[in-house]
């Protein structure tokens, strides 16, 4: 199994473009989060997908939207990149029941904003 | 979600144990104490995680209060390899979990 799996690694951008960053997981968990993680801070929720077909606001979505494709695959989208969102971007997921329950992390994508 | 309090730094022999503190003064009865690491850049990866009793698996033990206000997660042979940041995290345990990290311990192993 190859777990959480993120693309990409790494991504430049210019101030105003945007990019969809990819998330797909291979464990058949139910529910799949979005963190940000700046330097020297812990991680921060941005979205989260409790099911397939739903998703939710976490603490920071300003500036970001998400698509749950199906079971597999959570997509987070900038549209108008800003300097703000230069962060590590990483994924998870969780089998979403009671007693196993904990969240699988992906590699990160690291995204500086210019 | 309650609110976890951690030393922001610890240090500890190689081979040693490794006892990590952590404060969750306001946990209500159905939330479940977590520990997760975090090693250089990389993803935060689970350890563990108990409501009330004492849980040990491969990588550690989770040793709760009685009262559940605190706990400690211990390492019982720290290595190298432990050096990391570790958060403890108080969380529901069922459905989507909207885990708050704080800012952590920085834990070094020195050899």
């Known amino acids: 199994n190859a777990g959480v799996t993120q693309t990409p690694k790494f991504q430049v951008l210019k101030t105003g473009q945007s990019m969809t960053l990819q998330c797909a997981q291979d464990?058949?968990?139910?529910?799949m989060y979005w963190y940000r993680q700046d330097p020297g801070m812990g991680l921060r929720l941005i979205y989260y997908?409790?099911?397939?077909?739903?998703?939710d606001k976490g603490e920071v979505p300003n500036g970001y939207n998400v698509s749950r494709l199906n079971k597999r695959e959570f997509s987070l989208r900038l549209e108008s990149a800003a300097p703000s969102q230069t962060s590590v971007y990483f994924c998870?997921?969780?089998?979403?029941?009671?007693?196993?329950?904990?969240?699988?992390f992906g590699p990160g994508t690291r995204l500086t904003v210019l | 979600d309650a609110k976890t309090t951690q030393p922001p730094s610890m240090d500890c022999a190689e081979g040693r144990a490794a006892n990590l503190p952590c404060n969750h003064s306001?946990?209500?009865?159905?939330?479940?104490v977590y520990w997760y690491r975090q090693i250089h850049s990389q993803g935060p990866q689970y350890i563990i995680h108990?409501?009330?009793n004492n849980e040990t698996n491969e990588m550690a033990s989770l040793i709760i209060t009685e009262d559940r206000k605190s706990s400690t997660l211990i390492l019982p042979h720290a290595t190298l390899r432990d050096t990391a940041v570790y958060y403890c995290?108080?969380?529901?345990?069922?459905?989507?979990?909207?885990?708050?990290f704080g800012q952590g311990t920085r834990l070094t192993i020195n050899p």
């Open positions: 998870a997921s969780s089998h979403g029941t009671s007693g196993y329950n904990e969240q699988f």
């Open positions: 464990m058949n968990h139910n529910s």
């Open positions: 997908s409790a099911s397939e077909g739903t998703t």
């Open positions: 306001t946990i209500s009865g159905n939330e479940y």
């Open positions: 108990g409501l009330k």
């Open positions: 995290i108080v969380s529901h345990s069922q459905g989507a979990q909207k885990l708050v």
